[in-house]
């Protein structure tokens, strides 16, 4: 495709279930973000990918979150056992290469924990 | 820490008025500075500045950076009803993650 997509476009999900959020990167693009936007807040980084590595998966907020890159495309992020306050907009990101400093962002999946 | 710190954090003007939005960052061994328009979900790009005083123009838009005073400014001229947005400052230092400010809610009514 043309740009990053992400699915679902929107989640719902009762407290204490796991879900999955896919992102697409822009093919041929080896860097991989996942940032996570909660209401009227900024845009706060989780992790990242090079490839199929992760060096800086500083922002996860606990051991619930996980996120995986096969084939130096799709990226998977998990939640476990969800609880309110993981509901935000989950935004995945791709560009070229590490410190090509733009980043393409995709649609986003709205994340709701009931 | 690095931090990124904008303002306003809203702004509410009438179309053709002209716009100054700010930046002020923070950052471990800074590479680039982006801004980025925020309508509904995806940030869509505008500007990387990553050398002092070269004002980056694109239409009615247009942005600078100070690295020495660690800030940027974007001006938009002749605002029109759509440039409301949410306008996100981000840096980029030692790790390649982007550090974001909390944005500037620009409403522009006719």
């Known amino acids: 495709g043309a740009g990053v997509s992400q699915s679902p476009s929107n989640k719902v999900t009762e407290k204490g279930k796991d879900v999955e959020l896919r992102c697409d990167p822009i093919?041929?693009?080896?860097?991989l973000y996942w940032y996570r936007q909660s209401l009227g807040q900024g845009l706060e980084f989780l992790i990242y990918?090079?490839?199929?590595?992760?060096?800086?998966k500083s922002g996860l907020p606990s051991d619930r979150f996980s996120a995986e890159r096969t084939g130096g495309s799709v990226s998977t992020l998990t939640i476990q056992r969800t609880q309110q306050e993981d509901s935000a907009v989950y935004l995945c990101?791709?560009?070229?290469?590490?410190?090509?400093?733009?980043?393409?962002f995709g649609p986003g999946t709205r994340l709701t924990v009931l | 820490e690095d931090k990124v710190v904008q303002s306003p954090l809203s702004l509410v003007v009438h179309e053709g008025d002209t716009v100054t939005l700010n930046c002020s960052y923070e950052?471990?061994?800074?590479?680039?500075l982006l801004w980025y328009k925020q309508e509904k979900k995806a940030p869509t790009f505008l500007f990387m500045l990553t050398s002092s005083g070269i004002e980056k123009k694109s239409g009615r838009l247009s942005s600078i950076l100070d690295k020495k005073e660690l800030f940027s400014i974007l001006n938009i001229t002749a605002t029109q009803t759509g440039d409301s947005a949410v306008y996100l400052c981000a840096v980029a230092g030692d790790t390649d993650k982007l550090i974001f400010g909390t944005g500037t809610r620009l409403q522009v009514f006719p």
């Open positions: 990918f090079q490839g199929n590595s992760a060096p800086d």
């Open positions: 093919s041929g693009h080896t860097a």
């Open positions: 950052v471990t061994n800074f590479r680039s």
């Open positions: 990101a791709s560009s070229l290469d590490m410190g090509s400093g733009r980043k393409f």
